[in-house]
């Protein structure tokens, strides 16, 4: 794909400043131009609502306006000409204007434009070092620069995310009890340094009381339990009211997971504001907030998006970044992988996440400077040591008995559960939020975070291994059982002699005791509660990660599996799948482990992600040597789910959203044409072109004022319709306003010219209007006989926005992104215009 890019990209080099393709927008409006020259494309504090996706909250004082500083009523005003004469026509290609070349919100960037006029800048910088000591020193700053800026994102991310970390661990404490010598203590800070506890009771510590010891005076009783029980529920409505209230208030853009939108972003996408400094602040409280109220969700997926945060907004420090959408791009697939490294400790995982799940273009340059990023924000996150326990991994595990050939059947069975469940998943979580969408359920979405949160305390509380959080929850299961383990789970009768304690440090399998036996009939209900309070929960207007949900789900299916596979090698050690490896007082089946392939089989069926998922998860426990397992149970998983449907949950709620996103994945196999697809069809009016000579401005005006489209194809004449180039709707507003603010006697009769010369004009008429600087004169074209899958296929690898079609070089219509997607949603019996974007 680069390859081809590459050798186009050369093609067009000459060219850079090059228009825009037509697109059509939903809910373009047209406005002052004032503001459009103050608005610059940089400006992502501009919050704009996205009609009918997840972020529609439809009360009007929620809903930012739908565009900032763009345009509204054009009114043409005639120039004064007394007696002026007519000054030097004004050439946008020889004095660039302020906001030419820049793109309109909900627009896709032009890849190959922006990749040009960055290879004319790097030539520049190039011939000007050759000139100068100054110059030279400008390239090298210029060369620098790339890798300052990923120092910069790794040193804000895992700051961030340290930050994140230890605030959510503080305020979900705080929802059993607080510290009596500072409330800002944790739990486990606050009985570190107490000497009155006791190995049985080790989490309790005089200096750590319950809410209810501290309103009852004992920790014991009903009156206790229902005061703990009812302040359990205060405190997560509570941070779940103020986390809905605050995005709602401050930054609609802040709610969600933030990857679906972050994918559709790094395809070309622009959503002015989804990567400002509000959404930062706003999702980095918030998130804290959402994970302390106890809500099914997690934080490795916000942290994704508060990674792309700090790198759009650090990207403004850097010229070459700022006014490069493409190289911006760059820039936050690296803040992707950054993301996941600190999230779960995962620089090399963060890395290929981004490369596998979330990237749409990943040049090898981006690759390294992805891992160098990952890996500062891993030590910053390893120096703040938000955990504890000296160690940069979530989940640490340290397991004595290697797996045997033979679990490798439990493995894949684990595999085909979590694909099940993610196929399942997807599919319910999807209705629910078209419920959410199509009802007055989407009305009111603080009343539905307040009762899922209601909900989730009241019947979670009861339960140890659904009041605990999902991370404290996930490290409980994938725990190995030790002698001294005090744990529920490792509830087994004691050996009754020594030859049973197995070898080392291990211990032998044992039959269940009572304990287990009540942490197993606990976690079955934890399952089926998890299983539904998370479909509802994702989408919700708060920030919601999947992983840690989805982990938590699969690791619990996986250790009731494992303590099954326990159990049943302990009481048949004869039999003959038993036999030659698991022999009385062996340690041979190892219960953490299966709850481990479960959480990566399930993790897998929901994400649909491979190579990236195995290694996360290796470097998550530090189990290096289960890969194999690992690697069975996500591709049988993948195998299941896409058996149920490709897409994965981040591409469904892309679609449910409307954006214009081409999945890469995703094979075009119809075998229609392009003149099949292009517009205007047979029924529809004629297509909206300018002429290179003979139209005045105000025809030019009138022309753009009647339609909606962002730009259109310039022809020698209406009768030839021999393509000229292609000019956009937003560089030719621009450039008119211009003209008449400082080339005197351009009025509504002026003759607009894209010609290369000026012909004749009359003596006593208007002087002509010069665009020809703004027009792109080698647009992407193919012939109407061309193959849909061929021009698919060069959409998803040049990120195009539209191309012309044309026959023995006469213009016949154009194809956009919209009408691909369009096109494509028919032939897979869906709805086309849920594809609400270009």
């Not at 679906?260 to 400094?277: D, H, M, V």
């Not at 999807?430 to 019947?459: D, M, Q």
């Amino acid at each position: 794909m680069f390859k081809f890019l590459s050798s186009l990209l050369r093609k067009y080099t000459g060219n850079s400043r090059r228009g825009f393709r037509r697109m059509e927008t939903a809910g373009y409006r047209t406005g002052s131009f004032e503001a459009l020259h103050h608005s610059s494309d940089d400006d992502d504090d501009d919050m704009v609502d996205i009609a009918g996706g997840t972020l529609d909250f439809s009360n009007s004082d929620d809903v930012p306006p739908l565009s900032s500083g763009v345009y509204e009523e054009y009114v043409a005003q005639p120039a004064d000409m007394n007696g002026s004469s007519p000054t030097k026509l004004v050439d946008p290609l020889e004095d660039p204007l302020p906001g030419l070349g820049t793109y309109e919100d909900f627009n896709t960037i032009d890849w190959v434009r922006e990749k040009s006029k960055d290879r004319d800048r790097h030539r520049e910088i190039t011939n000007k070092s050759r000139q100068s000591t100054v110059a030279l020193l400008h390239s090298v700053s210029d060369a620098f620069s790339g890798w300052l800026l990923m120092l910069l994102v790794g040193l804000m991310s895992g700051a961030l995310a340290g930050g994140i970390d230890i605030a959510a661990h503080w305020l979900t404490d705080m929802k059993d009890g607080v510290c009596l010598i500072g409330f800002w203590f944790n739990h486990e800070h606050c009985c570190w340094t107490s000497n009155e506890t006791t190995f049985q009771e080790r989490d309790r510590c005089p200096q750590w009381q319950s809410w209810g010891e501290l309103i009852t005076g004992t920790p014991h009783g009903a009156f206790a339990y229902i005061m703990n029980y009812m302040m359990y529920i205060f405190w997560a409505l509570l941070f779940s009211f103020l986390a809905v209230t605050l995005v709602r208030a401050f930054a609609p853009y802040a709610c969600g997971s933030g990857i679906p939108e972050i994918k559709t972003i790094l395809s070309g996408f622009i959503i002015r504001g989804y990567l400002g400094k509000w959404t930062l602040i706003i999702k980095t409280i918030t998130l804290v907030l959402a994970v302390s109220s106890g809500l099914s969700l997690g934080k490795e997926g916000p942290l994704v998006h508060v990674a792309c945060c700090c790198a759009n907004i650090l990207c403004h420090l850097f010229t070459k970044y700022r006014k490069n959408e493409a190289k911006r791009r760059e820039v936050l697939s690296a803040a992707a992988a950054v993301g996941v490294s600190v999230a779960f400790g995962a620089p090399i995982g963060g890395v290929l996440f981004s490369l596998e799940e979330v990237s749409y273009y990943f040049p090898l340059k981006t690759l390294w400077r992805s891992f160098f990023a990952a890996l500062v924000a891993a030590f910053t996150l390893r120096s703040i040591n938000p955990f504890g326990n000296s160690r940069l991994v979530l989940f640490y595990v340290e397991f004595h008995a290697p797996w045997h050939l033979v679990e490798l059947a439990p493995f894949i069975l684990l595999g085909i559960f979590g694909g099940l469940w993610g196929a399942l998943f997807i599919r319910a979580n999807i209705a629910w939020c078209r419920i959410r969408k199509s009802t007055r359920l989407g009305h009111y979405p603080v009343i539905e975070v307040l009762v899922v949160a209601a909900l989730t305390a009241l019947i979670a509380y009861p339960n140890s291994y659904t009041r605990m959080s999902g991370a404290e929850l996930i490290s409980e299961l994938f725990n190995d059982c030790s002698l001294l383990d005090s744990s529920q789970l490792c509830g087994y009768k004691q050996p009754t002699n020594t030859s049973e304690t197995g070898v080392g440090n291990s211990l032998a399998d044992r039959p269940a005791g009572e304990g287990l036996y009540t942490a197993l009939w606990q976690l079955a209900l934890a399952l089926i509660f998890k299983m539904l309070i998370t479909v509802i929960t994702f989408g919700m207007k708060v920030p919601s990660g999947l992983f840690i949900p989805s982990m938590a789900v699969g690791a619990i299916a996986g250790r009731l599996l494992g303590v099954g596979m326990e159990q049943l090698a302990y009481y048949n050690h004869d039999a003959i799948i038993f036999k030659g490896w698991c022999s009385p007082g062996q340690d041979c089946i190892t219960p953490g482990l299966y709850a481990m392939v479960g959480a990566a089989a399930c993790l897998g069926g929901v994400t649909r992600m491979t190579v990236s998922l195995v290694v996360i998860m290796f470097e998550l426990t530090g189990g290096l040597e289960y890969i194999v397992p690992l690697m069975a149970a996500t591709m049988t998983s993948k195998w299941v789910a896409d058996a149920f449907g490709r897409e994965g949950i981040y591409e469904a709620h892309i679609r449910l959203n409307g954006y214009p996103f081409l999945e890469p994945k995703e094979e075009f196999e119809h075998s229609s044409l392009a003149v099949d697809v292009m517009r205007p069809r047979r029924s529809d009016p004629a297509l909206a072109v300018l002429t290179q000579e003979g139209m005045t401005v105000g025809e030019v005006e009138t022309l753009v004022e009647g339609t909606r489209y962002s730009g259109f194809p310039v022809v020698v004449s209406k009768e030839s319709q021999r393509l000229v180039g292609f000019v956009l709707r937003r560089d030719l507003l621009i450039s008119i306003d211009n003209a008449r603010k400082r080339q005197e006697g351009v009025v509504s009769a002026s003759q607009l010219l894209f010609t290369e010369h000026t012909p004749p004009q009359p003596a006593d008429g208007p002087p002509p209007l010069r665009l020809r600087g703004i027009v792109d004169l080698s647009p992407f074209t193919v012939t109407d006989h061309t193959p849909m899958d061929i021009t698919v296929d060069i959409f998803r690898k040049l990120g195009l926005r539209q191309c012309l079609v044309t026959h023995n070089g006469r213009l016949l219509g154009i194809i956009t992104k919209k009408d691909i997607l369009k096109h494509m949603a028919q032939i897979a019996n869906r709805d086309p215009d849920s594809i609400l974007f270009n």
